[in-house]
């Protein structure tokens, strides 16, 4: 199964799922305007921290620092704690949708690409909650950011401790240096690539899939961080660390182009 026939296979299996209606087999929900609320069923919850968006067919789990959301296949993982492969062939044999014959290769690629999208997504996460008031502050006033725009963009700041974090949830040197977030220096020794950095996340599909960070008066002045913006590097003979799924041909805000209304394109962000 080629790459082009996997997304084929996943958007149609998502056209014929309703994530409402999957989340209600393990939560009880109730409406709550234009979204859906319920507990938590990873952390302790004395309110309501599970939200699920029918419009955007999107859910998140803000209890524990939000740690899980996504698309519906990402819901059956986070509830039945089963892999992506798994939750992918029960939900298409309930929507009715032949899964292809798919080779080894083929599935350590897939499993590959999940695991990309998932430390991507928990970096931005991350970043999210290091984006301190003052930052916010300075996004809603001089910028025009709205509050409710910088939570649900997951906009975010680098400050310089992702390796940490990323290895406290069990990620390994490679699986975090394949990212492109990190630069090794040698010596065991890594830089944070967005460090000091404001970092906004392009997400699809409930992920995120890659990244751009831009200046702030935080950043240094060396000449190899003096541009304002600077995105997520791709594998290459200088990057070769880099797993080859890194790529730079996403839109930024792709999920939002695909609901109701009007849509402006911009140039930059």
Known sequence: ??????????????????LVTVVRRHVELRESGNH????SLKNPDTTPSLVVWPDTQKWRDYSGGGAGGGDVFAF???ARDVPFMLALRELAAEAGVPVPGTSNADLERLHERRRLEELLTEAARHYHQQLRDPMRWDLERERGYTEAT???CCLGFGAGDLWGHLGELGATDEERLSTGLFV????????EFFANRLVFPYWRGGRVVYLIG???SASTD??????????LPVRSEKHPY????????????????????????TEGI
């Open 1 to 18: 199964m080629d790459q082009s026939t996997f997304d084929q296979l996943v958007a149609d299996v998502k056209a014929r799922t309703d």
């Open 36 to 39: 859906y609320v319920g507990r």
């Open 76 to 78: 059956v993982q986070y």
């Open 150 to 152: 910088i939570d649900k």
């Open 184 to 191: 090794p220096l040698g010596g065991g020794r890594h830089a």
């Open 214 to 216: 831009r200046r702030t």
């Open 222 to 231: 060396a000449e190899w961080d003096a541009a304002k913006y600077r995105k």
């Open 242 to 265: 880099i797993s080859a799924l890194i790529t730079n041909d996403y839109f930024f805000g792709e999920d939002d182009a695909n609901t109701d209304g009007v849509l402006l394109i």
